[in-house]
């Protein structure tokens, strides 16, 4: 499948929409950035990923990853690629200068990131694994574990894993059993298997950093007994070079739907020696900084995804020849018209484009919300955009990848039955995308994530804040988008309403969080989409074709919330009144 990256939209979101300039320079981590630096990354990124990567995304997916007599190897050309990106910087776009990262602003790299999936999503996971281990590592490990590591990950020399789950431990991280015993010489021993690790072994670095959560003897039971232990495939000596081969092994690598050239690996740790990083018994804490930034990149994952399935499904639709267009034939030399010009797939296409385009819009605001909440001088400022992070990470998370799938199915659809055979791609991203809606916490436990602890914990007040700022936003823009100007005021108004009525409902039902969750997720995911539609026509109204997809999601799209505001409404005897024996 050919990628081309949709760079006039991501310089329209970061210079005009966002005025990525105007933010930056007020942070001095990213005064010197120009937009020249800014046109040759994603210029330079595009280029790498459709013409080295995603020339890979095919035969990955048929050879797979594959292990023999304990060595995982990965598809023929991703050793290579690999070398080329990290030789490139690209692996520590966003690290640490200080450790050898790049330090560029997330707002930007979540753009490269965007490109990576959708050329190729079993390569990138191998990339964003790394990132996210570093950052952890970052935040949370001694100046020690710090200089040994970080260089190494950051130049893509060494890659990274997360090892959480085990085969009773999914969702519920707080049962895992995974044990730490503590050594002499302040190291640990580390036993137990995890199961599920992506990237858990592979032939692309020449080690591979594991963190790992297990308990301490003394730990007590449950979330709070948790600790973060960093594990090297490979011992470093004092002297950085590598030494022995350490007790982590790959035993088998799960078959599985998609993401096929992505090493899913049961890792066994037997007595490994491993180094703690952070606090005892707060390692789950430490996790969450690489969790939630999986979360997004997982997101992101999805995004990509709904790009490639929509630039597929174009190519294909102006090229099939299928019936007379309603409205006239628009071929007519040809036996048939080109399949475009029927509004149903018309309906399909937008779709799509409506949900990438705003999805992109929200990943690169969340961006810039890290960048605030990491880097701007000003203290409330970082405050704020913390809080912001929070609330949106579990939404970015899931609703991008929901989207994304649906936006794979819409294109599997607008191809027929040449989008369920192999030969146009097009199934591959439907197996792709599926993963993402489950893993890095399913989409079901980010919607409980976001309304359980981010909105009701503290009363709604997070989002009333975060519906504040939709609504004076909005009233900026200019009155020639008067009537899209009024449809985000009333998704805005009924996502409040609908805030207030769950806290106040809270306290009276036990399983009502549980059962309104992922629809609640859904409008706060279409409101802010509204949004940023409005952002995106109302920043450029000369752009009279951007206008019209905003017009089509205000129209199609956006009026899904008042289905989704009854459903919740409804409340949870609905879901809960069925005996379990009747089902
Ligand atoms: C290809 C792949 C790659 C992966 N990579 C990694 C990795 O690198 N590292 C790693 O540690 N893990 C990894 N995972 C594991 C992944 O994160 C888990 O599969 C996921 O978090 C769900 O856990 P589970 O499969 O045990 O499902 P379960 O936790 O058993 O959940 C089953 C269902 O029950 C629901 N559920 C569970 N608890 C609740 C609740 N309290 N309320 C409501 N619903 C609930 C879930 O939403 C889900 O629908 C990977 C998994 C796959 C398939």
Known sequence: ?????????????????????????????FAAIDSNTVDAILEEGAKLCSEVIAPLNRSGDEEGAQIHNGIVTTPKGFPDAYRKIAEGGWVGLAGDPAYGGQGLPKMLTVLFEEM?????NSFTLYVALTSGAALAIHAHASDELKQTYLPNMYSGKWAGAMCMTEPHAGSDLGIMKTKAEPQADDSYRITGTKIFITGGDHDLTENIVHL?????????????????????????????SLGARNAVTASALEHKMGIKGSS??????????????????????????????????????GIGCGEMSYQNAVRYAKDRLQGRAAH???????VADPIIHHADIRRLLLTQRAWNEASRAFAVYVGLQLDLANYHPDHDTTVKAAQRVALLTPVAKAFFTDKGFDACVLGQQVLGGHGYIRDNGQE???????????????NGIQAQDLLKRKVLANGGRWMRDFILEMEQDTLLASPVFASEEDAVLKACSTLRELTLWLVKQDKRDADLCSSAACDYLHIVGHTIYAWLWLKMIATNPADTDRHVLGRFY???????IHALDAAVRSGPDLVMDLPVDKF
Not at 116 to 120: G, I, R
Not at 428 to 442: C, F, K, P, S, W
Request: hydrophobic share 45%.
């Open 1 to 29: 499948m050919k990628y081309t990256a949709p760079l006039a939209h991501m310089r329209y979101l970061l210079n005009d929409v966002f005025e990525a300039g105007k933010h930056w320079a007020e942070m001095p981590a």
């Open 116 to 120: 990576l999936y959708s050329a190729n």
């Open 212 to 240: 790992v959560l297990a308990r301490l003897p003394d730990a007590p039971a449950g979330p709070k007994g948790i600790s973060l232990f960093l594990v090297p495939k490979i011992l470093v000596n004092t002297d950085g």
């Open 264 to 301: 899913t690996c049961v890792m066994n740790f037997d007595g490994a020696v491993g180094y703690m990083v952070g606090k005892p018994h707060q390692g789950l804490a430490a996790m969450f900084t690489m969790m939630n930034y999986e979360r997004l990149s997982i997101g992101i994952q």
């Open 328 to 334: 006239g034939a628009a071929n007519p030399q040809g």
């Open 428 to 442: 591959q991203l439907v197996r792709d995308a599926r993963i993402a809606q489950i893993y890095e916490g399913t």
């Open 554 to 560: 205000f129209g199609r799209l956006l009026p899904q």
